[in-house]
């Protein structure tokens, strides 16, 4: 009887848990049997590794072979584990050396022919093997996602006999490294390009700088998906981290590799998106929009148009920053830190106050009631955006402000003093830290107190307001918070009240 074992990894959310290949030859009829709870692609690998083995020139061997995929209560999906389990039938019949396979961890799938196939989530892959001090033997098409782990050895291969040759010592694979090219950024819409609309500038400037919601308002063609589409260019790039844990999403998703990977991630689903397209699930579960948007922004356009229930499964995301899907196996967690930026137009016809409009009082409120109280309590700034007079249609967007590069210093200076103070966003600050960190004055206080009694603002509204306030503040350059910043932080509240 022979035993072979060779390491590999499964797929849950944005982890990947080992998971031992053990493979055993014995007397008896022949046969293969895949234990160790194997969904349907699993289950069918067998027939895979066989055509491919047979197809590469190995022996298959006539024997009676069992496959347990350990840990036995853990799910196993998907054709990952092709290619682990090839190399143990032939490891166990000795036409692979045992000893080759120790400090080895294999991903992919196998063709009828015995090519490899590229897999989903090979980076949060490649992070566990560092982790555990081996190498990790992947499909070519998987190699520059591996190799996002600086810390991982990737041998590269597109056929099994590659892998063969090279656990045999007869033809090593050079160690993968990733193209420079990956690190750069795309290009992004500079904000000269929009003419007039300061306020909403300026309010996306706060936004960038404390991490802060912010929901557009206004008619159609004024601006708003133009603005919110520059907000990922005045946010600082990505650090090393949060570059690996955004393409760890996007490549458990199936995205593959991001090529922009310091730029912060923007998504913005259609409003016909359902509520498990945006937080994630299925059979399955995959991360879904807010996930995707990890680290980043996630714009919803004609925020009204989504079904109020799509929209309601935001509130707790937006509060913890991460989104737990259950299901009857297992729960699976995925990261969710998002920074939510919203349009909406006043009305269904998007001309309130116009003589154009038609909708009547009961329309309007019909429209804006979609929109929960909860869920507009979540959103630190509110901007109208304006139709602009013909005259400043036609000017020259060259003198409009500052662009992209010296919002983005302003930004950086701003967080880095955030960062420094508490060492975290100020979007993020708990109920302790903004008692410790925005202090008011009598004067400052009572003004609070007043647009508490007349907005009907709740405990959340008022936090949120000492939070867009103290980004005010951080992007003067002050210490402490004064009435002009409070009275600003205000100015962007009111049209929350009902």
């Not at 020139?57 to 350990?70: D, S, Y």
């Not at 996002?148 to 099994?160: F, I, M």
């Not at 907000?231 to 199936?254: D, K, R, T």
């Not at 909860?374 to 901007?383: G, K």
């Amino acid at each position: 009887m022979a035993l072979a074992i060779v390491h590999s990894r499964a797929k849950v959310g944005i982890d990947a848990p080992p998971v031992t290949v053990e493979v055993h030859l014995s007397n008896g009829l022949p046969g293969l049997t895949i234990v160790g709870m194997p969904e349907t692609a699993v289950r069918e690998s067998k027939d895979r590794v066989r055509s491919a083995l047979l197809n590469a020139h190995f022996e298959f061997p006539a024997r009676r072979i069992t496959i347990n995929l350990a840990p036995a209560d853990l799910p196993k999906e998907g054709g990952r584990f092709d290619l682990a389990i090839a190399l143990g039938i032939l490891a166990a019949s000795e036409q692979l050396p045992l000893d080759a396979l120790e400090q080895v961890e294999a991903v992919g799938e196998l063709a009828l022919s015995g090519k490899l196939r590229p897999i989903d989530g090979v980076l949060p892959t490649a992070l566990a093997c560092a982790r555990a001090g081996r190498k990790l033997i992947v499909p070519k098409d998987n190699a520059d996602e591996a190799a996002l782990s600086q810390d991982t050895t990737v041998y590269p291969a597109s056929h099994l006999l590659e892998v063969c040759a090279h656990l045999n010592g007869n033809q090593l694979i050079s160690p993968h490294e990733l193209p420079a090219c990956n690190a750069v950024l795309a290009d992004t819409p500079d904000l000269r390009d929009i003419v007039g609309q300061h306020q909403a500038k300026r309010a996306l400037e706060i936004a960038a700088a404390g991490g802060h919601n912010l929901l557009f308002s206004g008619p159609p063609g004024t601006g708003k998906t133009m603005l919110a589409m520059r907000l990922p260019a005045i946010l600082p790039p990505l650090q090393a981290n949060q570059m690996l844990e955004v393409a760890a999403i996007h490549s458990v998703a199936g995205l593959g590799l991001r090529w922009a990977l310091s730029q912060p991630p923007f998504r913005a689903p259609h409003h016909t998106a359902s509520a498990t397209a945006l937080v994630g699930g299925g059979g399955i579960p995959k991360p879904g929009e807010i996930s995707l948007a990890h680290h980043g922004v996630l714009f919803l356009d004609e925020l009204p148009e989504f079904p109020r229930k799509v929209l309601e499964v935001l509130r707790e995301p937006l509060e913890s920053g991460e989104i737990l899907i259950s299901r009857v196996q297992a729960q699976t967690r995925y990261p969710a830190n998002f920074q939510l930026i919203a349009a909406m137009n006043p009305c269904p016809c998007g001309y309130l106050g116009s003589e154009r409009c038609r909708c009547t009082p009961d329309q309007v409120r019909r429209y804006r009631e979609k929109i929960s109280g909860p869920l507009l309590d979540r959103i630190d700034l509110l901007v109208e955006v304006p139709s602009l007079l013909s005259g400043q249609l036609l000017e020259s967007p060259s003198d409009e402000g500052d662009g992209n590069k010296e919002v983005l210093q302003r930004v950086i200076n701003a967080r880095a003093r955030q960062y420094q103070r508490s060492g975290q966003l100020n979007t993020k600050l708990s109920n302790q830290q903004l008692r410790s960190h925005c202090i008011l004055d009598d004067t400052q206080k009572t003004l609070i107190q007043r647009a508490t009694e007349q907005l009907g603002l709740s405990a959340r509204g008022v936090h949120r307001i000492l939070k867009v306030a103290r980004t005010i503040a951080d992007l003067d350059q002050c210490e402490n918070i004064s009435i002009n910043h409070l009275t600003e932080a205000l100015s962007y509240r009111i049209k929350f009240s009902r």
